[in-house]
């Protein structure tokens, strides 16, 4: 069989709890010892991942989610989860607990995160199965996996998968990304994600220009409510984002690019795969989670 597209990233519990922040000393100032009653949590599986395949099955491709998680019940939960939204899981369960973000969220909406990786940067080419497919799907990873994903497209993009690409700020400033961005088809960052990019490989100029010359053969930059711009190498292409109330922001980042993506797999023109991948980011941030609200409208015909 072949796969639409395989995305390969984080699959992580994220539980949100609302607390009372502390205006006076912009900190969350707890004493060692106390105990501190919260207002209210939740929790979402959340991860680029888990996020960015559902967003891709939900827009009717056959999708493949290639991530590592642990043997507890959130391990269980992402399972089923990826099952009931018809993601193949082609990843690996491995002792200990699933990755796990507790997002402190303060009463203006700011948020502290105190994040446990789990297993996930630890993916190994040979505990992943053979896979065919026409798309990548990579968010950032970092040490065994970031190899793996290395290795991964170097075989598959000889039998002509293409790449999709959308690394963090941190692996942005870490690593070198040369070869990796060589091989996309398709590369989004943010705004603060290109700069750091381009400064780094001196390249001078516009953002766009920068990543169209670092290799990639399309280029996208967002910037929160600002405007987005899209590059092939032959044109450009911008969107200005609606005024929009944002009730929770996390995973915006996951559905654009996801949007975006799609689009150019159902052979949509840029300005359209633009537009698609706005209505994506906005149907999550209206809402909170960073799945529930994902768009379910057939792509594939
Ligand atoms: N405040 C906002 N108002 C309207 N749209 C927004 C807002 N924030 C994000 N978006 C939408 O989501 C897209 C991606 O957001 P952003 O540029 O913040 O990405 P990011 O920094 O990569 O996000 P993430 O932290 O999730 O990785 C934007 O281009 C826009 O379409
Ligand atoms: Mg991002």
Redesign the pocket.
């Known amino acids: 069989m072949v796969f639409d597209i395989v995305t390969f990233g984080s699959a992580v519990v994220d539980t949100f709890i609302d607390t009372e922040f502390n205006k006076k000393s912009q900190s969350f100032n707890y004493k060692a010892g106390s105990k501190i009653l919260v207002n209210n949590m939740t929790t979402d599986i959340g991860g680029?991942a888990t996020n960015t395949a559902v967003a891709f099955a939900r827009f009717g491709f056959n999708t493949g989610c290639i991530c590592k998680i642990g043997d507890d019940n959130n391990s269980n939960d992402v399972l089923e989860m990826l099952k009931k939204e018809k993601v193949k899981f082609l990843g690996k369960k491995s002792k200990g607990a699933t990755g796990h973000s507790i997002i402190l969220d303060s009463k203006d909406h700011q948020r502290t995160i105190l994040t446990f990786k789990g297993p996930g940067n630890s993916i190994k080419l040979s505990e992943i199965p053979k896979i065919k497919a026409k798309w990548l799907y990579y968010s950032s990873m970092l040490n065994e996996s970031l190899k793996t994903q290395e290795k991964l497209i170097k075989q598959l993009s000889k039998k002509g998968t293409k790449l999709a690409f959308?690394p963090?700020e941190y692996l942005i400033k870490n690593v070198n990304l040369r070869s990796m961005i060589k091989l996309s088809d398709i590369l989004?960052?943010?705004?603060?994600?290109a700069e750091i990019l381009c400064s780094k490989y001196k390249k001078k100029g516009s953002f766009l220009d920068g990543l169209i010359s670092l290799g990639a053969k399309i280029a996208v930059?967002?910037?929160?409510?600002?405007m987005?711009y899209a590059s092939d190498g032959i044109k450009k292409y911008s969107?200005k984002?609606?005024?929009?109330k944002?009730i929770e922001?996390?995973?915006?980042?996951?559905?654009?690019?996801a949007g975006f993506v799609a689009g150019v797999m159902a052979n949509r023109p840029i300005q359209k795969c633009l537009e698609l991948?706005?209505k994506e980011?906005?149907s999550?941030?209206q809402y909170f989670g960073?799945k529930n609200k994902l768009l379910k409208r057939k792509l594939k015909k």
């Open positions: 680029g959308n963090s989004i960052m943010n705004k603060e994600e930059v967002t910037d929160k409510n600002k987005i969107l984002p609606n005024k929009i944002v922001r996390t995973g915006a980042g996951d559905a654009f690019a991948g706005l980011g906005e999550v941030i960073a």
